[in-house]
């Protein structure tokens, strides 16, 4: 089987493959990218975000097609495809409108007589190295300020999602990308450390696991390379009280199962209060219950789409069966289907114990962990109990006292009363072992800027 192909998680069915790079390939792909970065650069930002503004049109004028391949590709519902289009659409957008203004010049005050002025100017060529559980919302969040900046992109792409990262390189290249400015690479690990090596690359951007992350990582620092990375969350929701116990317990379902659990910034962790919790969980189970597979194409009520692929749906049952055998207690779902096809069906997990293995991982899947809490601070301390600090959030109807637990959260962003404020405007990162950097909103377009001194003596 080809590495990189389009495999039907639903059935197992591969219905397209591509071939692997060449070094020779790899090689052509450097050189293309950073002549094309040479260009690129002097086009000046207007020209360039009125190209990635294209960009976002032409993602809305074909929606459906873009739609369709990722549902396929990775097992999405169609609607939640058509959703990623749109918000990848926006972000094009935003970018397009609002990048110049993020990235102009200005001075600063000098002790040395003459004018100090800041500019931010691109860097070169970028390799980002994404995930499949959203093909295109990843790539929107990286590459479009990146263009609108001045950088050329080199995009390798998860396995599965070939189809999709070769659209995106006919619609950057349709919108005014020059040719090599964005480019579908289909290559080795070893083939990206040689990239990530070249000089011609000024930095990486990664969203994936922490082992990639820390992979990733250490080869740019090895070559003095600037790196971004977002490597997933296990972020609390703490639920502190509420006048309306079944809503807020939908909520938090649909949430956590949205895109079959597998959502970096998900609420991974419910984390509720004693007098609430029973009647919350109770409708967790409910909601939990009778839930059937569906076609990704064709999804019905009450039905639920596939995982990635077989191997993420066997692993998220194994995390289940080894948490279980800790101690954890399954109440609902959690059901892995014969194979081929990648389902699992939604599950309910309660009681894994705080000094289990278990409690320590993050289960990218569609289960909704739930905890008991007595107090405020056996709340706080529980959601800050974990090694990586994507996001997190609390609710109450006591709105400062949501406010006073969500602000000593230890993590990149913080919510009071929503799950996860998402937008093209809205930063996006995390801190400890979440990685590092953020993408989207006024801050993004900065990370891979040259934030350069320009000093002009008196």
């Known amino acids: 089987m080809s590495k990189y192909r389009v495999q039907n998680p639903a059935t197992g069915e591969v219905t397209e493959s591509f071939e692997s790079a060449t070094d020779a390939q790899v090689e052509e792909a450097l050189a293309a990218a950073d002549a094309a970065y040479r260009e690129w650069r002097e086009q000046g930002v207007q020209h360039r975000a009125g190209v990635v503004r294209r960009i976002g049109e032409l993602f809305t004028e074909r929606r459906d097609e873009l739609a369709r391949a990722i549902a396929t590709e990775m097992g999405k519902s169609i609607e939640a495809a058509l959703e990623e289009v749109d918000f990848a659409a926006s972000i094009f957008d935003y970018y397009g409108v609002y990048g110049p203004g993020f990235i102009t010049d200005y001075e600063i005050p000098s002790s040395v007589p003459g004018r100090a002025v800041m500019e931010q100017l691109p860097l070169g060529v970028l390799l980002g190295v994404m995930p499949w559980n959203f093909p295109y919302y990843q790539v929107a969040r990286f590459a479009g300020p990146n263009l609108v900046l001045g950088n050329t992109i080199l995009l390798k792409h998860a396995d599965i999602c070939a189809r999709s990262n070769l659209l995106m390189q006919e619609i950057m290249e349709q919108a005014g990308v020059p040719v090599g400015g964005y480019q579908a690479m289909f290559v080795s690990h070893d083939q990206i450390s040689t990239i990530i090596a070249d000089a011609r690359v000024q930095g990486v951007s990664l969203t994936g696991s922490e082992a990639a992350g820390a992979i990733i990582g250490a080869q740019a620092g090895a070559n003095l390379k600037k790196c971004v990375l977002e490597l997933g969350g296990i972020d609390p929701m703490v639920v502190l009280d509420s006048d309306d116990v ?213």
Not at 423 to 436: C, E, L, M, T
Request: aromatic share 8%; net charge negative.
């Open 246 to 458: 079944p809503g807020i317990a939908r909520a938090a379902w649909e949430n956590r199962i949205y895109n079959g659990g597998q959502v970096c910034n998900s609420n991974k962790r419910l984390i509720v209060m004693d007098d609430i919790y029973d009647e919350f969980v109770a409708e967790l189970v409910k909601l939990a219950e009778g839930l059937e597979p569906g076609d990704q194409l064709d999804l019905r009520d009450r039905q639920f789409t596939p995982l990635s692929t077989r191997a993420a749906a066997e692993t998220v049952d194994a995390q289940v069966k080894r948490a279980v055998s800790e101690g954890g207690r399954l109440l609902a779902g959690g059901v892995l289907s014969d194979g081929p096809g990648a389902y699992y069906s939604p599950a309910v997990l309660v009681d894994v114990p705080r000094d289990s293995a278990s409690y320590r991982e993050e289960i990218f899947g569609p289960v909704a962990l739930v905890y008991r809490v007595h107090s405020d601070e056996e709340a706080l301390e529980l959601a800050n109990d974990c090694a990586l600090g994507l996001g997190g959030s609390v609710f109450s109807t006591d709105q400062a006292r949501a406010a006073r637990v969500a602000s000593r959260l230890e993590v990149g962003m913080a919510h009071v009363n929503i799950i996860a404020a998402e937008g093209a405007d809205i930063p996006f990162g995390g801190v400890k072992r979440s990685g590092f950097g953020r993408e989207m909103g006024p801050v993004g377009i900065g990370e891979f800027a040259n934030k350069r001194l320009y000093f002009i003596a008196e």
